[in-house]
């Protein structure tokens, strides 16, 4: 069973305060949030009529809120839309690019014929400059995920998706599918307020890199 907000707070206070504030050159980490599809791109669509698009620009807006009021904006967060739009993936990774980026993250929901398929995937590009710290990044977020909020791990994979081919070589870079639309119990959880605030928690205390 996934559990609810309840572990919200003892997320919160068993993460190592150095988990916060991480800087690099004595700069504030710069991460690109990019939540996946948007505009006439829907992504998955839900069996409760949910839409990827949507579920994910909401966990993006909360990982910005929770920099913001519970981490002191320790990290600089940028999304790669705020609103219902669709942007080229081309230009996503323009944007990591053009800030600079230190670490980049796709969010995406998951879809399947099969509707007892759950759980957690986390993918990294099959190779580039920054590909050994990605996959450490994708491990640490999977696992983080799974032991905080109890989403089942179907572990770390390689996909030569275009959004991570085009930003691995400029920053560790991994894309998120954060449960299956297609599974009553998990898109049931993720139309739930308090759950999403948790599952952002979560991914946000997750985004410091240690090699």
């Not at 305060?17 to 710069?30: A, E, H, V």
């Not at 809120?65 to 219902?84: G, Q």
């Amino acid at each position: 069973m996934i559990r609810l907000l309840t572990f919200l707070i003892p997320i919160f206070w068993l993460m190592p305060m150095d988990s916060f504030g991480q800087s690099i050159d004595g700069k504030k980490t710069i991460i690109v949030i990019d939540p996946g599809h948007g505009g006439t791109d829907s992504g998955a669509n839900g069996i409760n009529g949910v839409q990827e698009k949507d579920m994910v620009l909401k966990i993006a807006k909360e990982i910005v809120n929770l920099n913001v009021n519970l981490f002191e904006k320790s990290y600089e967060i940028y999304l790669t839309r705020n609103t219902d739009t669709l942007i080229s993936l081309g230009d996503r990774a323009k944007m990591v690019r053009s800030l600079n980026a230190d670490i980049f993250v796709s969010l995406h929901c998951n879809h399947s014929g099969n509707a007892d398929a759950k759980g957690l995937e986390v993918y990294v590009a099959t190779k580039g400059k920054h590909i050994r710290e990605s996959i450490h990044f994708a491990h640490q977020l999977q696992k983080g995920i799974k032991q905080n909020i109890g989403f089942k791990s179907r572990g770390v994979k390689l996909a030569n998706f275009q959004v991570l081919r085009e930003t691995v070589d400029y920053c560790p870079a991994v894309l998120i599918e954060l449960g299956f639309l297609s599974n009553l119990d998990e898109v049931q959880h993720l139309t739930e307020d308090e759950n999403l605030l948790a599952l952002a928690l979560s991914v946000l205390s997750g985004l410091k890199i240690e090699l």
